[in-house]
């Protein structure tokens, strides 16, 4: 025998059972096919119904259905399949069998929205049948509130000593993001007011106030907060213009494109109108510019008063700031303000203050890399401006040296250094040098060069000869070593093996001998290198 948790076929749908039921009416109410005594011919929910629970959380009770047949008798052994809505569980499975009582039960889970939660139950029929369909209901609480959201109503823009025409709103939910309802938000503002400031979250978690803008045009913020919850305070931002008659209208557009930090190339006019559009000749407005979108600062003149015809005139905006786009905003008192279009603000020029380079110690005849850094007065890093810089050389070695662009800002200048000594390296961008320049770089003697290398030699006697040789040790470029720690050696025409020098920790090395030939023949060698001028004959 089956149990009565067993799954016996897929679920059934009422999809199907009402066409049937259609075509079965249609054959005439005497051939209308009724259940037999003892098949299933009803079903009704007889336990569970109505409850209330916390979302995601398991249901007191079990949802309880019976079965019967047309004479009201219990039913046993007939599937039962549950379906509840996306996210709820049924236990132990969405389809059980009915027992002797003609009952079977699930345990529900409440899916993890808040409301209203609808489970039908359907009877496997033997005779189609609406009757054998019934439906539970469920509502699921929210569960405690963790995070305040904004709902609605920012960014508005509205005239000054207004009401903003959408509400500000806040939504206070749980962890599955229902809305709560009794948490208390406070409303606070530093111009104009809310109305009213302390709002308690209604059933759908919103708690939401009216805004009402001060006398000055600009940007207007507001903050919800609700103690110990997520994302509080929550903030909000509007603009407020002034009333529409009289206004501002730019009748010149700033430069589309400009350089960060660079008067545009193209300055904003505007004209006072009066409320109809025609121009307003009126002396002595004064018309301040700030950003509108966008960050950063404005730099020139940015408050100008309107002449006799009511016009203003910029002469010296500059943007100051990162790239990126910007609108302007301009405002005066009782004036209707006026927005920009959109403003490119590419890198500025190079700064020699902002940028930076970076030198180490050089070695006679090896390449010395000059590393810099390039950027613009807000530090933003300058593609494409290697003819900007300068670099030169002054001190042991000189000269001007070439910078090669790196990518992302770097760029690199190279020389390679032929004397030892301090190099005082320039750099200069735009004529002006960098922080710390002249930068000094210690240039070492090169790796030891047996062609550099010269040997001093003496001779004193006439038939036992006393040799006395000192060898000075150089590298490459001809630079005295002045360090020790190279191999010289001595052979002799005619004597067996090699002498070894004594090193003298200076970059010299030297011997002294008793010969009998008159005329030797002395191969002097480096690291096993001939230095110049072997071999010698003193």
Same mark, same amino acid.
């Given at each position: 025998m089956r149990s009565r948790t067993e799954s016996r076929r897929p679920?059934?749908?009422?999809?199907?059972?009402?066409?049937?039921?259609?075509?079965?009416?249609?054959?005439?109410?005497?051939?209308?096919?009724?259940?037999?005594?003892?098949?299933?011919?009803?079903?009704?929910?007889?336990?569970?119904? =109505?409850?209330?629970?916390? *979302? @995601?959380q398991p249901l007191r009770d079990s949802?309880?259905?019976?079965?019967?047949?047309?004479? /009201? +008798?219990?039913?046993?052994?007939?599937?039962?399949?549950?379906?509840?809505?996306?996210?709820?569980?049924?236990?132990?499975?969405?389809?059980?069998?009915?027992?002797?009582?003609?009952?079977?039960?699930?345990h529900y889970t409440l899916a993890t929205a808040s409301g209203e939660q609808t489970i039908e139950a359907r009877a496997t029929p033997v005779v189609p049948s609406l009757s054998l369909i019934t439906t539970f209901s469920a509502s699921a609480e929210p569960e405690a509130a963790v995070q305040l959201v904004?709902? =609605?109503?920012?960014?508005? *823009? @509205?005239?000054?000593?207004?009401?903003?025409?959408?509400?500000?709103?806040?939504?206070?939910? /749980? +962890?599955?993001g229902n809305g709560v309802a009794g948490i208390e938000v406070i409303w606070e503002v530093a111009d104009g007011q809310v109305t009213p400031d302390t709002v308690v979250t209604g059933p759908d978690g919103r708690a939401a106030v009216q805004r009402a803008l001060g006398a000055r045009p600009g940007i207007y913020r507001t903050s919800a907060a609700a103690a110990a919850l997520e994302g509080s305070p929550v903030l909000f931002e509007a603009t407020g213009v002034p009333l529409p008659s009289p206004q501002l209208v730019l009748v010149t557009q700033a430069s589309s494109s400009v350089a960060a930090g660079v008067p545009f190339?193209?300055?904003?006019?505007?004209?006072?109108?009066?409320?109809v559009g025609a121009p307003l000749a009126r002396a002595n407005v004064a018309v301040t510019v700030q950003i509108a979108e966008g960050g950063g600062s404005l730099g020139g003149t940015t408050t100008v008063r309107s002449n006799a015809e009511g016009r203003v005139s910029f002469t010296d905006l500059a943007i100051r700031g990162r790239p990126g786009e910007r609108t302007l905003l301009f405002a005066a008192s009782e004036f209707t303000a006026a927005t920009s279009d959109v403003i490119e603000v590419n890198p500025g020029p190079p700064s020699a203050s902002q940028s930076s380079a970076s030198v180490g110690n050089?070695?006679?005849?090896?390449?010395?890399?000059?590393?810099?850094?390039?950027?613009?007065?807000?530090?933003?890093?300058?593609?494409?401006?290697?003819?900007?810089?300068?670099?030169?050389?002054?001190?042991?070695?000189?000269?001007?040296?070439?910078?090669?662009?790196?990518?992302?800002g770097s760029y690199s200048a190279t020389y390679t250094p032929t004397v030892t000594g301090a190099d005082q390296i320039t750099v200069e961008v735009n004529g002006?040098?960098?922080?710390?320049?002249?930068?000094?770089?210690?240039?070492?003697?090169?790796?030891?060069?047996?062609?550099?290398?010269?040997?001093?030699?003496?001779?004193?006697?006439?038939?036992?000869?006393?040799?006395?040789?000192?060898?000075?040790?150089?590298?490459?470029?001809?630079?005295?070593?002045?360090?020790?720690?190279?191999?010289?050696?001595?052979?002799?025409?005619?004597?067996?093996?090699v002498r070894e020098a004594r090193d003298n920790g200076d970059g010299t090395y030297s011997d002294a001998f008793v010969i009998v030939l008159t005329n030797p023949s002395l191969v002097i060698t480096l690291n096993g290198q001939e230095i110049s001028g072997s071999p010698y004959r003193p």
């Open positions: 679920p059934w749908r009422p999809t199907v059972l009402v066409p049937l039921l259609l075509v079965l009416a249609a054959c005439g109410g005497d051939e209308l096919l009724l259940p037999s005594s003892g098949q299933a011919a009803r079903i009704a929910a007889v336990g569970g119904n =109505g409850q209330t629970g916390i *979302v @995601g949802l309880v259905v019976k079965v019967t047949d047309l004479e /009201d +008798r219990p039913v046993d052994n007939v599937e039962v399949t549950f379906v509840a809505p996306p996210g709820a569980t049924l236990t132990p499975n969405d389809t059980v069998v009915t027992g002797p009582d003609g009952q079977a039960a699930v904004a709902a =609605g109503g920012n960014l508005q *823009v @509205g005239e000054v000593l207004t009401v903003l025409p959408e509400s500000l709103s806040v939504t206070a939910v /749980d +962890r599955f190339e193209r300055q904003p006019e505007l004209q006072l109108q009066d409320a050089g070695t006679a005849g090896t390449a010395t890399t000059v590393s810099i850094r390039l950027k613009d007065q807000f530090g933003t890093e300058l593609e494409g401006a290697a003819e900007e810089i300068t670099v030169s050389v002054e001190g042991a070695n000189s000269g001007d040296i070439t910078v090669r662009e790196l990518g992302g002006t040098e960098l922080p710390s320049s002249p930068f000094v770089s210690q240039v070492a003697p090169g790796p030891a060069s047996a062609a550099t290398t010269t040997a001093q030699i003496t001779r004193a006697g006439a038939f036992f000869i006393e040799i006395n040789i000192l060898v000075t040790t150089r590298d490459g470029e001809g630079n005295l070593l002045r360090r020790g720690g190279e191999l010289v050696q001595i052979g002799i025409e005619g004597v067996e093996g």
